[in-house]
C-alpha cells in the first residue's frame, strides 16, 4: 500500500497550513506558479520556504503539535503490518515534518519516501530531493511515478490513496487507486478507475472485510 500524506495521511495538508500561518503572503503566488505549470515543485518548495521569517526547529515543533491524522490510518497500518503488507508513504512534502508527525503517533514501521529536510549548524532550513529524476515531466521534488513503477516490479500489486495535485501524475500506474477530493475530479475527468474514500476506515474495510 502506497499512500500519499498532507491531506491523505493528515486532516490537512501540512506544509500549505504552515506557509499559510507563517510566511509572507507571497507564497501563495509561488504555489500558484507551481499549480499552473510554470515551475516544479523542487523549486516551489525551496522558495516557498525562504519566506518563513525566523523559521526555527522550535517553531515547527508549535506547529506539528496540533496535526491530527486520519483516526483510520492507526488501524489500517496495524492491521496492514499483522497481515504482512507493507506500508509506503510516498509524499512530495518533506521527512521533516513527516517523520516528527508519526513519532508523535508512535508509528515507527512504515517505510517514508519524500524529500529530505534538516536545520543545519547555522540553523538554516535546507532542503534537498534524494528522489527526484531527470525524466520526471513535471520536475517534482520526489518523482512518484518513478517509485511506483519501481514497486510495481517488487509487488504483485501496487495500491496508492492520495487527495490531491501531487498524485495526479501517479493515479495512472497503481493497479488500485484510492481516491479523494481533488484526485478523484481529476480520475473522474481523464477516465482512470479509482475508489472513492473519505477516510482510512474506508479504505480499512475495503481490502480486509
Given at each position: 500500500m502506497v499512500?500519499?500524506?498532507?491531506?491523505?495521511?493528515?486532516?490537512?495538508?501540512?506544509?500549505?497550513?504552515?506557509?499559510?500561518?507563517?510566511?509572507?503572503?507571497?507564497?501563495?503566488?509561488?504555489?500558484?506558479?507551481?499549480?499552473?505549470?510554470?515551475?516544479?515543485?523542487?523549486?516551489?518548495?525551496?522558495?516557498?520556504?525562504?519566506?518563513?521569517?525566523?523559521?526555527?526547529?522550535?517553531?515547527?515543533?508549535?506547529?506539528?503539535?496540533?496535526?491530527?491524522?486520519?483516526?483510520?490510518?492507526?488501524?489500517?497500518v496495524m492491521k496492514a503490518k499483522k497481515s504482512g503488507i507493507p506500508v509506503v508513504i510516498l509524499s512530495d512534502g518533506l521527512d521533516y515534518f513527516i517523520n516528527k508527525i508519526l513519532e508523535r503517533y508512535h508509528i515507527d514501521f512504515v517505510n517514508v519516501i519524500t524529500n529530505h529536510a534538516y536545520f543545519d549548524e547555522r540553523r538554516r532550513f535546507i532542503i534537498e530531493f534524494p528522489n527526484d529524476s531527470k525524466h520526471c515531466t513535471i520536475n517534482a521534488g520526489t518523482c512518484k511515478c518513478k517509485v511506483v513503477k519501481h514497486l510495481k516490479k517488487l509487488y504483485k500489486k501496487v495500491l496508492y490513496a492520495g487527495d490531491g495535485a501531487s498524485d495526479f501524475c501517479v493515479s495512472k500506474e497503481p493497479d488500485i487507486v484510492y481516491a479523494k477530493a481533488g484526485l478523484s475530479e481529476y480520475c473522474r475527468n481523464h477516465h482512470i478507475k479509482y475508489k472513492d474514500y473519505t477516510t482510512y476506515y474506508d479504505i480499512l474495510q475495503s481490502l480486509f472485510n
Amino acid at each position: 500500500m502506497v499512500s500519499d500524506f498532507d491531506g491523505t495521511i493528515t486532516k490537512t495538508d501540512t506544509l500549505s497550513k504552515f506557509l499559510e500561518d507563517y510566511a509572507d503572503d507571497r507564497w501563495l503566488d509561488i504555489e500558484n506558479d507551481w499549480r499552473n505549470g510554470d515551475i516544479g515543485s523542487k523549486e516551489c518548495l525551496v522558495k516557498q520556504f525562504a519566506m518563513v521569517p525566523n523559521l526555527t526547529p522550535e517553531l515547527i515543533e508549535k506547529f506539528l503539535s496540533e496535526i491530527e491524522i486520519d483516526e483510520g490510518f492507526i488501524p489500517f497500518v496495524m492491521k496492514a503490518k499483522k497481515s504482512g503488507i507493507p506500508v509506503v508513504i510516498l509524499s512530495d512534502g518533506l521527512d521533516y515534518f513527516i517523520n516528527k508527525i508519526l513519532e508523535r503517533y508512535h508509528i515507527d514501521f512504515v517505510n517514508v519516501i519524500t524529500n529530505h529536510a534538516y536545520f543545519d549548524e547555522r540553523r538554516r532550513f535546507i532542503i534537498e530531493f534524494p528522489n527526484d529524476s531527470k525524466h520526471c515531466t513535471i520536475n517534482a521534488g520526489t518523482c512518484k511515478c518513478k517509485v511506483v513503477k519501481h514497486l510495481k516490479k517488487l509487488y504483485k500489486k501496487v495500491l496508492y490513496a492520495g487527495d490531491g495535485a501531487s498524485d495526479f501524475c501517479v493515479s495512472k500506474e497503481p493497479d488500485i487507486v484510492y481516491a479523494k477530493a481533488g484526485l478523484s475530479e481529476y480520475c473522474r475527468n481523464h477516465h482512470i478507475k479509482y475508489k472513492d474514500y473519505t477516510t482510512y476506515y474506508d479504505i480499512l474495510q475495503s481490502l480486509f472485510n
